[in-house]
Structure formats: structure tokens, C-alpha cells
């Protein structure tokens, strides 16, 4: 029997998957890590701590699956992007990583967005630079720590840290150049040679281009020594985790739509044609010849965890005993809750938002606070916000007639909560429905493999494992409260979007 091997980097949490020469899955697990604010602004990772995660995880599931390294056929990584992790000459990190929270750049996107113009930037990359992308948190870097740029040999994503790790090539897929803006030409496919002039980047700081299903390189003998694989094993390109996802779930088709509710709140849907959206995110994805659509909310499953780990001591205490893990029990609280939550209506923007307000300064807001309302109340319209950050991008793309297939299959984090799951389909007022084995990017990236190494002869593989459950329509009853509840919510941001600003301008008073 052969195996596949797919490793997944988010923005809280790695995970691992071993499967079969069939898909089937053998083993998985799953190693969090903290993220690192040292400044307002600032997200980041202790860079050192990714491979030393993978060399971890790749050594629990060849022990859970009980199967000797040297069957395992191929390897892919993925991660969530945009990240970067600069190293030196040696390979070794400079600094912390930036992950895809952090918002530093501000004065950068300003400059680079008044020295080429916003619409000749979004002509050639198909995104905003309001999404920091890697090339303006390197902009920050040269012109805040000019020491510390000189040592950067390489910028990388960090699945092309852990490709590094594993070959010792430096590589970033055709997906992942995407978030390497303003320097990648999406249709072109390759870095536009007078914006990185333009900036004062060499290309020799970026690394080679290739396709996620490209093999990049083979594990040296010192990535045997490290992490158990077998020196020799081919790996793949790799790709952006979300890809890896949707890719385990089954989307493999244009107008296909799967949705996470990981760290960030996001959706995607694949087309072909090459329109993009100036409020969107886009990148190539995993399936040749396709792109990805792809709205997100900055803090979706996060919000939810910021409530976990600061305002839920009790309910953590309680996990060992009640056999539900927190998140459980927060579940069951919001789900005595009326949809609308009492009039609590919630801005759910911890870290600024991107699609589509792209607003940097923004913050969260309770808006309706009463002592009528208790955590129960706040953690639905925590929920409900979540979904009304996603459904304003989702009205959007629904109005410019671009095909959408349904159900929308959700997918992986906080996807598994029944009421989300709920209140997400009666905003959107589209069926849903839930991937049922929800192992999601790891299971994309082993898929991957398989394709990379000629194991599957395309995706297909991933269409025939997908099995979708927990099918549901929408309720009118409920939508037409939650449209209420949503123009009230547009409303609130719009009458505070200069006063985001000014906080703005205060917290830098306090720094």
C-alpha cells in the first residue's frame, strides 16, 4: 500500500493527514500555536516553530497510520496567505513571520497606491493592496528595520518555508504569487518587472514561480533525519490553504461555492473566466486553468475563539467534565437565543476588515448593549455578524450575474456548529450543506500530492470522496429579520468610519 501526505499551516493551528493510495484518510492531527501582537497592528508567528511543528506532525500521523516513511509516495503543504517568512542565506528566519492578520503597512499602501495608481494595480494583480499583501510588509521591513532587510536572503510563504525545509528550493505556486502583490501579473502569470522596480525590490528577494502540481524538489537527508520522511519523497508545489480546502471538499467545478469559518470567515467560488472583482480577493486556483473568487471576513472563526480564550475560564474548566469542549457549550448557550440576538447586533472587525469595506481602522463594536443581554446573546450576534461580513460580499457577486452552483458546501472550523451552520443559511437564503468528513486543507493537500506525483490522473478523486450531509433551506421567516438586522449593521459602520480613523490616530498617541 502507498500513502499521501498533506501538511496545513492556518493562522492558530497546523494540521497533518496521512491517506491511502485511495484517499481514504489513515491518520491526522493537529498542533495550535499562539499569534504573537506585539504592537497594535501587528500579527505575527514564531517562525522557528513551523518546522518544528511539521517534524512533529509528520511524525504523529506515520505513527497513528503505522506505516513505514518510505511508502509514502508525496508530499504538499499549503497555508493560509498572505504570510511571510523572510530568511537568510542559511535559511534560517529573520524575525517573526507576519501572518495574514497583520496590518502594519499602512503607509506603505498609501505611497505604493499613490505611485501607480490603484486601477493600474488592480488591472494587473486583480486584488487590493489593502490585503498587506508580502511585498508591502517587505516595503515596511526595508524602510523600519533596514538591518535586518539586508539579511533577508528570501521572502516566502510559509508552505514555501516548510517546501524549503523539506527540499531546500526556494518556490511559491502560482496562488500564492497572488498575495506577493503589487508584483504579480495574475493573467501573465509572472512578476511585473517595473513594479518591482518601482518599489525597489529586487526579483532575486522573491522565489521561483511554479504550479501547485509541479514536484519542486525532493526531501534531503536532512529532512529525513528531522522529521522522519523518507529522503527521496517527491513534494509537491503547494497551494493557498483555503484552496486545500475547498480541494478536499469537493470543488472542483466553475460556480462550485465552499465556505470556512476557519481564523477568517471566507468563501470561495471557481470560475474560469478572468473578470475579477475590485472589492475581492482572488488567486489561481488549484485545478488548471481555473481562478477562485475568494470574499473574506478578517476575524471569523477568531472572534469566536477571542470569546472562548478571554470571557470563557468556566466553560474550559468545565471541558473534561461535561465531555463538550467549550466552543460546545458556547453553542448551546446562543442557540436559546432568538435570531436577531435582542437587538445585540455586533462589528465583528478585531484586526480591520477586507471584503469589501477594506477598512484597516475599523474595530469590533456591541452595539445595543442592555442588561437584558448576557454572553448567550453575545456570542449569536457574534455569529450572526460573522455571516453578515461574509453575506455583503455574497450580494455582490450575486448581483453580477457570475454562476453560482448550490447548495454552498461549508466546510472546515467553526462550520461543524449546527446553529452557524443555521444562521449562515438563512442570511444567505440559499441551501447549504456540510462536508462530511471535515478533515478539510490537509485531505486537499495529500490530494494534491496524488496529483503531483501522477498517482491521480486529476482531481476527480477529490469529487468521488466528497460526501455531503446535514443538507438545510433557508427559513423567510428568519431572513427577512436578519436583512433587518443587516441594514442596521451597514448602518452602524457607515456612521462610524471616521471615527474608526480618529481611534486610530489615538491609539498611535499611545504607543
Not at 476557519?262 to 475579477?276: E, P, R, S, V
Not at 469542549?325 to 436559546?336: F, I, P, R, T
Request: aromatic letters at 10%; hydrophobic letters at 40%; a negative charge.
Amino acid at each position: 500500500m502507498k500513502y499521501l501526505l498533506g501538511i496545513d499551516y492556518g493562522t492558530g493551528s497546523a494540521k497533518a493527514c496521512i491517506t491511502d493510495e485511495n484517499a481514504d484518510i489513515c491518520a491526522y492531527a493537529n498542533i495550535e500555536y499562539p499569534i504573537i501582537t506585539l504592537k497594535p497592528g501587528w500579527s505575527e508567528h514564531d517562525a522557528n516553530r513551523y518546522w518544528e511543528i511539521a517534524c512533529e506532525l509528520i511524525k504523529t500521523c506515520i505513527n497513528k497510520a503505522k506505516i513505514s516513511p518510505e511508502n509514502i509516495m508525496a508530499v504538499a503543504v499549503s497555508s493560509a496567505l498572505p504570510s511571510m517568512v523572510m530568511v537568510d542565506k542559511q535559511g534560517k528566519p529573520v524575525n517573526n513571520a507576519y501572518n495574514l492578520m497583520d496590518c502594519r503597512a499602512i503607509k506603505e499602501i498609501e505611497d505604493v497606491r499613490a505611485q501607480f495608481g490603484e486601477q493600474h494595480i488592480f488591472d494587473i494583480t486583480a486584488n487590493r493592496i489593502e490585503d498587506q499583501p508580502m511585498l508591502l510588509s517587505l516595503l515596511w521591513e526595508k524602510r523600519n528595520r533596514p538591518k535586518d532587510f539586508e539579511r533577508i536572503h528570501k521572502i516566502l510563504t510559509i508552505d514555501g518555508f516548510i517546501t524549503f525545509k523539506l527540499t531546500g528550493e526556494f518556490t511559491v505556486h502560482h496562488a500564492g504569487a497572488a498575495f506577493m502583490n503589487p508584483g504579480y501579473d495574475i493573467r501573465k502569470k509572472e512578476f511585473d518587472s517595473d513594479m518591482l522596480d518601482g518599489m525597489g525590490i529586487s526579483r532575486e528577494l522573491l522565489p521561483t514561480l511554479c504550479s501547485s502540481t509541479d514536484i519542486v524538489g525532493k526531501v534531503t537527508a536532512k529532512a529525513e533525519a528531522e522529521s522522519g520522511l523518507k529522503q527521496g519523497t517527491a513534494v509537491a508545489g503547494g497551494q493557498v490553504d483555503c484552496n486545500a480546502g475547498w480541494i478536499g471538499g469537493g470543488a472542483t467545478e466553475p460556480g462550485e461555492i465552499q465556505m470556512n469559518l476557519g481564523t477568517c470567515g471566507n468563501f470561495g467560488i471557481i470560475h474560469k473566466d478572468d473578470t475579477f472583482f475590485d472589492s475581492m480577493i482572488a488567486c489561481a486556483y488549484t485545478v488548471d486553468g481555473t481562478y477562485i473568487t475568494i470574499p473574506t471576513t478578517t476575524t471569523g472563526g477568531q472572534a469566536l475563539r477571542y470569546i472562548r480564550d478571554n470571557f470563557s475560564q468556566a466553560e474550559i474548566a468545565a471541558e473534561s467534565l461535561s465531555g463538550m469542549d467549550a466552543y460546545e457549550m458556547l453553542n448551546v448557550q446562543a442557540k436559546s437565543i432568538k435570531p436577531g440576538a435582542d437587538g445585540l447586533i455586533v462589528l465583528p472587525y478585531l484586526m480591520g476588515e477586507r471584503t469589501p469595506i477594506w477598512d484597516v481602522d475599523a474595530r469590533g463594536v456591541i452595539f445595543g448593549l442592555s442588561l437584558m443581554h448576557g454572553k448567550a446573546h453575545l456570542v449569536r450576534a457574534i455569529m450572526e455578524a460573522v455571516a453578515f461580513a461574509l453575506y455583503d460580499s455574497y450580494r455582490i457577486i450575486k448581483d453580477s450575474g457570475k454562476e453560482m452552483k448550490y447548495p454552498i458546501i461549508l466546510n472546515e472550523g467553526g462550520a461543524k456548529s449546527e446553529l452557524w451552520r443555521e444562521i449562515i443559511t438563512d442570511v444567505f437564503n440559499v441551501p447549504t450543506a456540510m462536508v462530511k468528513s471535515r478533515v478539510g486543507a490537509p485531505f486537499g493537500d495529500a490530494i494534491l500530492a496524488g496529483v503531483a506525483c501522477g498517482w491521480f490522473k486529476d482531481f476527480s478523486i477529490a469529487k468521488e470522496k466528497a460526501e455531503y450531509v446535514a443538507h438545510r433551506e433557508p427559513s423567510k421567516e428568519n431572513h427577512d429579520i436578519y436583512m433587518e438586522a443587516f441594514q442596521i449593521y451597514k448602518s452602524i459602520y457607515g456612521h462610524l468610519k471616521e471615527d474608526f480613523k480618529a481611534l486610530k490616530a489615538f491609539r498611535d498617541k499611545l504607543k
